[in-house]
Nanobody
Framework: QVKLVESGGGSVQAGGSLRLSCVGS????????MGWFRQAPGKEREAVAG???????EYADSVRGRFTISKENAQNTLYLQMNSLKSEDTAIYYC????????????????WGQGTQVTVSS
């Protein structure tokens, strides 16, 4: 049974930092593309950052230079380091996994975590 469990969310002031973690189990972690998505109230879910099975990464324009995605295959863990946080980063953050290449389209992801809330106050 595939399971993704996020942690690390919380409340922080603008300019602060948080690190999200996502632990995967029940599948070959290294063979899957993984992504971080977020959904703010009243908005659609959007891709934030992703990592290919090769380790290559992609970022949304809104977070490039501030967020860093990484994964530790030996620990089955995906990370999102978020620096210089802004109020517009406030959302529920989800990690997701799919077999194959990374895509920003959430519809193609087979597995999702439960989400973790990130709140940035200005």
């Amino acid at each position: 049974q595939v399971k993704l469990v996020e942690s690390g969310g919380g409340s922080v002031q603008a300019g602060g930092s948080l690190r999200l973690s996502c632990v995967g189990s029940g599948y070959t972690f290294s063979a899957y593309a993984m992504g971080w998505f977020r959904q703010a109230p009243g908005k659609e879910r959007e891709a934030v950052a992703g990592v290919y099975p090769s380790g290559a990464t992609e970022y949304a324009d809104s977070v490039r230079g501030r967020f860093t995605i990484s994964k530790e295959n030996a620990q089955n863990t995906l990370y999102l380091q978020m620096n210089s946080l802004k109020s517009e980063d406030t959302a529920i953050y989800y990690c997701a996994a799919r077999l194959g290449t990374y895509t920003r389209a959430s519809i193609y992801y087979n597995y999702w975590g439960q989400g973790t809330q990130v709140t940035v106050s200005s």
